[in-house]
């Protein structure tokens, strides 16, 4: 196949007014936002070495933080900050998605900002400033008259840095809730569809090449005095902006969002609930890519609508248990918990989605490993690898104090890579998910785990709590419930893992519902 | 001194930098008359740009009291005597982000005149400069000579009719063709427009030859003034080197020059 003709990239055609509309609206607040409080702020600051040194050094911390933990940090921030003005005004706001990432993005685009406004306004001639004053201008005069416009080469060179920065780290307001150019790059590393995260890396890279070529055009314009070229550069972004708002304003507000995490299996999960709704004649959204720790407060305050997510999780991440109960009771007791937040559990799909040690089940069969008991007695010897945060999640305490477990060496990778990992021997053991098709493509084997320390992973639907009372949306899903058993949700995953054409999200989900539906439908 | 009353008044004005440590102006009481063209010599650091720069107050005076036409400058809007008092800046302190005719008619437009009549006022004042208006008025400094650049300085400074003109060491950085020639053309400025005039300048021959009387400074005081007649009559010494080197010079330049070859 013609790598032109691959599906894939008119999949990815379809979403770019979306998700680039969305990515120049969130880089162009921020934009904004930044140079609205960075402009004042050098100019005041310019005369005074004190403050100077403090704005900038605040601002190059501020650019030592990692763009994506910059932006997860916004988020309970917000969080917080929403829950007091509800309780002291009595009304909130939404701590998800755009405010955050325009909050982050704004502080991240101060620091080139502030630095070439105050060295630009520095660097004028004071033989110039004070002839400024001796012809009898006021401060302000001067300032508007005589410095910025001085300085402006300076600071325009400082606003087109920002904006490329922007627009480069915007991809990673997905994780929060931003649907941006993030969504291919995230979609295409879970699921191993290198198009896309090309498609979204080569998109991002052009924005910010365009912008940056706008706000050059306006640079020359003012700085030889070219009002054409001003003109023409300034008209280049507004229509930029322009162009972006109109499908969102042309899209309808009342779809049903459904919501993923950052893996292959969530995305297909979203995909099939999504088709789901529009078979029952409902409009749906995805918002993919949400990290784990935002997805649940995304759903109890109704920013998105329905996602799937898993009981342990749920118990000992959102509700913080320790204890871990028996399959049925913890799902009651989940449930109890659940309806204090007015958040449905809709059902469980029939699958679990736990996390199990695994190894190479030659290797396994060899060393005589059948359970993690066995492993503990030679584990001092090998090596572990997790995903990003088992190492820091309950279970992971609970299995080593059980079993005594200790590694020589531990180490944190992207999900997608352990598998091939340890099917290499880069490692000896990983923690990997029960539900993924790649333990049965590389012959791998999950070890049992005969204490039980390790909470059961049930998926279940989860519905928010405005959507409580939707009959339409619990008539829409309720054949999915109960229908996806582990197997199934193995080849799933293991199709959305091929890479190839047929592994997009959608396709899988496709496929899987021809699988799991209901005679009749 | 004539009877007119005084332009511009120093009486004991005192100014020091760095917490006291440096007295730039020492106690220095002086009076500049209607229409008289004062030049202020001194060596770099003797205080004369501090003086000048009092008297518009770019800068505040610790003590002693300064009048601008018989007001008490403190009492004085600073940003509107600055309109009121014409100044040229050493090496031209134009605008290099203006062209020439906004340059000019920069103070008018400060104080609100309309476009048509300030762009009169520029072609007028490029005449009076000897600047041709319509090669010039579009110009920007840095397509200008040093010369071009300092009559257009010049030109600003007058664009809101003022009466009182502060120069410092205006024609100090061209050679000594186009200064002479500048300098003759400012000094017929003065006389035709009824200027008051304070020039600050290190070359005692350009004070000797344009101005009416010269005030000279040293370390922050005023150690000498007068016209040059009075000043070589004085007996300090330092005066009577800074006179000295003119007028050998010219001696030297007398029997170096053949008469009547020139």
Request: proline residues 5%; contains cysteine; hydrophobic residues 50%.
């Amino acid at each position: 196949m013609s790598l032109l003709s691959d599906p894939r990239w008119s999949e990815a055609w379809g979403s770019l007014p979306d998700y680039l509309g969305s990515h120049v609206r969130v880089s162009v607040a921020a934009l904004a936002l930044g140079l609205a409080v960075s402009l004042p702020l050098a100019i005041i600051a310019r005369n005074r070495p004190v403050m100077r040194s403090l704005l900038l050094g605040a601002a190059s911390i501020v650019q030592t933080v990692p763009g994506l933990a910059l932006l997860a940090l916004f988020y309970p921030l917000l969080l917080a900050a929403a829950a007091l003005t509800l309780s002291w005004f009595g009304f909130g706001f939404s701590a998800f998605g755009f405010l955050p990432a325009v909050l982050a993005l704004a502080l991240y685009s101060m620091l080139p900002v502030l630095r070439n406004t105050i060295t630009g306004l520095r660097g004028i001639e004071p033989q110039v400033l004070e002839a400024a004053l001796g012809v009898g201008m006021t401060p302000a005069q001067s300032l508007r008259i005589v410095e910025l416009p001085l300085a402006l080469p300076v600071m325009m060179a400082g606003i087109r840095t920002a904006a490329v920065w922007v627009i480069g780290t915007a991809t990673l307001s997905t994780p929060i809730g931003q649907t941006s150019l993030g969504n291919y790059i995230f979609a295409g590393l879970q699921t191993q569809n290198w198009v896309l995260v090309l498609f979204g890396c080569a998109a991002a890279a052009l924005l910010a090449l365009a912008v940056d070529q706008l706000l050059a055009l306006i640079e020359v314009g003012l700085a030889s005095r070219k009002n054409l070229r001003t003109a023409l550069g300034g008209a280049g972004i507004a229509a930029l902006v322009v162009a972006t708002l109109v499908p969102s304003l042309a899209s309808t507000t009342q779809a049903y969002v459904v919501g993923a995490k950052t893996f292959g299996e969530q995305y297909v999960l979203s995909a099939l609930i999504a088709q789901r709704l529009k078979a029952a004649g409902l409009s749906a959204t995805t918002r993919e890519g949400l990290g784990s720790n935002v997805i649940f407060e995304a759903l109890a305050s109704g920013d998105i609508d329905v996602y799937v997510d898993y009981s342990g999780t749920l118990w000992t991440n959102q509700f913080h248990h320790s204890e871990i109960k028996p399959r049925r009771q913890l799902l009651d007791a989940l449930k109890t918990e659940l309806a204090r937040q007015n958040v449905t559990l809709l059902g469980e799909l029939g699958f679990e989605n736990s996390y199990a040690l695994v190894m190479p089940k030659k290797q396994a069969e060899k060393l005589g490993i059948r359970s993690v008991t066995d492993l503990a007695a030679i584990a001092p010897a090998l090596s572990i690898a997790g995903d990003y945060e088992f190492f820091s999640r309950p279970e992971w305490t609970a299995l080593r104090t059980a079993y005594g477990l200790k590694f020589r060496e531990q180490r944190q990778m992207q999900p997608d890579f352990m598998y091939a990992a340890v099917a290499s021997g880069e490692v000896d053991v990983i923690a990997g998910y029960t539900s993924d098709g790649l333990i049965a493509k590389y012959d791998l084997t999950a070890l049992g785990d005969p204490k039980g320390v390790i909470p059961p992973y049930d998926a279940v639907v989860l519905v928010a709590p405005k959507r409580a009372a939707d009959q339409a949306l619990k008539d829409a899903l309720s054949p999915l419930i109960g229908r996806i058993d582990i197997a199934a949700m193995r080849e799933a995953n293991l199709r959305a893992a091929g890479g190839n054409s047929n592994a997009s999200a959608d396709a899988v989900a496709r496929w899987l519902w021809d699988k799991i539906k209901p005679k009749g439908m | 001194m004539s009877g007119a009353p005084p332009q511009i008044t120093f009486t004991h004005v005192a100014k020091s930098f760095d917490g006291g440590r440096v007295k730039a102006v020492d106690d220095v009481s002086l009076q500049v008359g209607r229409g008289e063209f004062l030049a202020i010599v001194g060596s770099s650091g003797s205080g004369k740009t501090t003086l000048l720069r009092l008297a518009n107050r770019l800068i505040e005076a610790d003590s002693g009291h300064i009048t601008i036409a018989g007001e008490d400058v403190r009492a004085a809007d600073p940003v509107a005597l600055r309109r009121r008092i014409g100044t040229v800046f050493q090496s031209g302190g134009l605008f290099p982000h203006m062209s020439v005719a906004a340059n000019i008619g920069i103070t008018p437009k400060l104080k609100g005149e309309s476009g048509a009549d300030i762009a009169a006022k520029v072609d007028e004042l490029l005449d009076l400069v000897r600047l041709d208006r319509s090669q010039f008025r579009d110009r920007f400094p840095h397509e200008l000579s040093g010369g071009q650049r300092q009559r257009v300085g010049v030109a600003r400074a007058l664009a809101a009719s003022p009466n009182i003109v502060l120069m410092d060491e205006p024609f100090g950085a061209l050679d000594p063709l186009t200064r002479d020639a500048l300098c003759d053309d400012y000094r017929a400025l003065h006389e035709k427009l009824g200027l008051t005039t304070v020039m600050i300048t290190h070359d005692m021959t350009e004070a000797i030859l344009h101005a009416n009387r010269i005030a000279v400074m040293r370390g922050g005081k005023l150690v000498a003034q007068g016209t040059a007649a009075e000043l070589a009559q004085t007996d300090d010494a330092y005066v009577g080197e800074l006179l000295s080197t003119p007028r050998r010079q010219a001696e030297r330049l007398n029997a170096l020059l053949p008469r009547g070859a020139a």
